[in-house]
């Protein structure tokens, strides 16, 4: 295949809710939307998942438009493409930005799974029918509020709840959660709030038999996960110190954590998700997919990616209706007792709505 047109949309969609973590609080999700056209006049869709600031990683929206315009786009136009795993080869003399990368990487997937007239899913490897999907909480301004937020989704069956912890918002609040509902599946991610100096507080957390406390200490770091690692029960499941393969290949080494989340765009695409996720496998490490507040293009990405065998824990990909008024695909992503049935249909197998991706579009670029 060929790449013959790529447009780029500045996108910028409200939550239904604002959403609170660690490192500060939105409520109006900008993203990068991108589609690329074939030489058949194909669209294959990818979607950057960099926030406008850098509270996540360096990477932001801005400068994801920028490497795609600059770099990227530039790279891959006109090149001849058998598969989408040359597209890393391709980047491979660009440093990082996995996010930017990642975007361009998922359109190409996009196209040729629907060359070939096979799902998204199928073209990865992926043999399940349906996922088993969690749901993400932010922190909220009691305890009250979380446990009826946490109720209403247990109610909808959700297979298990991701309570995001700071200091001052931590083991109070973990027990209220676990008083009210004591079997259902639990997680805390810290998104890096804290450091070994409060590993007692982290200690703490094993009384209340979480899956997992997610990224608990600095996000570039492996060492200090393996010296807490030792010293609590709970699994570490790190996400932010995980860029590529080779990161989790080191922290597996090290014993750094017991679980890996995997996201397609800080690893920088599908292809380097797959190679994590053999990886993780073979060492038998369960992975999971997180979720970045991606809208339907996003969300399809990763519903394909979780068919993958290794994804034995419930991911983050919850429904459209969860965050958004109205997404921008048809039919939406849906959660039926807490699954998403996987579609069949070529490529990412929904259809990107047009009309309502125009509505939401601020900026608008073509380059051919």
């Known amino acids: 295949m060929r790449i013959k047109e790529v447009t780029l949309r500045h996108l910028q969609m409200k939550l239904k809710f604002p959403f609170t973590t660690s490192f500060g609080t939105f409520q109006d999700r900008d993203f990068i939307l991108l589609e690329a056209k074939d030489e058949n006049g194909q669209s294959g869709w990818g979607e950057s998942v960099a926030f406008h600031s850098p509270w996540y990683s360096e990477e932001t929206m801005k400068t994801n438009w920028h ?46 799974s629907q060359d070939k007239g096979i799902s998204l899913a199928s073209a990865l490897g992926g043999k399940k029918t349906k996922i088993e ?68 507080t982290l200690k703490a ?48 080494e090290l014993g750094s954590c017991g679980i890996i989340n995997i996201k397609i765009g800080r690893v920088g695409g599908l292809s380097e998700s797959k190679r994590i996720h053999d990886l993780c496998e073979s060492h038998h490490i ?18 394909a990616l979780t068919t993958l065998s290794n994804f034995i824990l419930p991911g983050d990909t919850a429904a459209s209706s969860r965050y958004w008024e109205k997404d921008i695909i048809t039919p939406e992503v849906t959660v039926e007792d807490g699954y998403i049935t996987v579609s069949n249909k070529p490529g990412i197998g929904y259809e990107p709505d047009l009309e309502t991706i125009e509505s939401f579009t601020i900026e608008k670029k073509t380059y051919k």
């Open 67 to 112: 490497m795609l315009e600059d770099y990227l786009i530039p790279a891959l136009l006109n090149q001849n493409i058998t598969h989408p795993d040359e597209v890393s080869e391709v980047f491979s003399n660009i440093r990082k930005n996995n996010m930017a990368k990642s975007t361009m990487e998922g359109a190409v997937w996009d196209l040729y």
């Open 133 to 200: 999907v969690g749901i993400s909480i932010g922190i909220q301004d009691t305890a009250t509020d979380l446990l009826r937020i946490i109720e209403k989704h247990v109610e909808e069956g959700y297979k298990r709840m991701k309570v995001k912890i700071k200091p001052g918002w931590d083991v109070d609040v973990m027990r209220e959660v676990r008083k009210e509902f004591p079997d259902v599946p639990l997680m805390a991610d810290a998104n890096s709030a804290y450091t070994l100096k409060d590993i007692d």
């Open 286 to 303: 369960p992975v999971w997919c997180g979720g970045m507040l991606e809208s339907g293009i996003g969300r399809a990405h990763n519903v």
């Open 205 to 252: 957390l094993d009384e209340f038999d979480l899956m997992m406390i997610e990224q608990p200490l600095a996000s570039d770091d492996i060492i200090d996960h393996a010296k807490l690692q030792q010293a609590i029960s709970t699994p570490v499941c790190l996400d932010e110190s995980i860029h590529s393969y080779e990161d989790a290949r080191k922290a597996i």
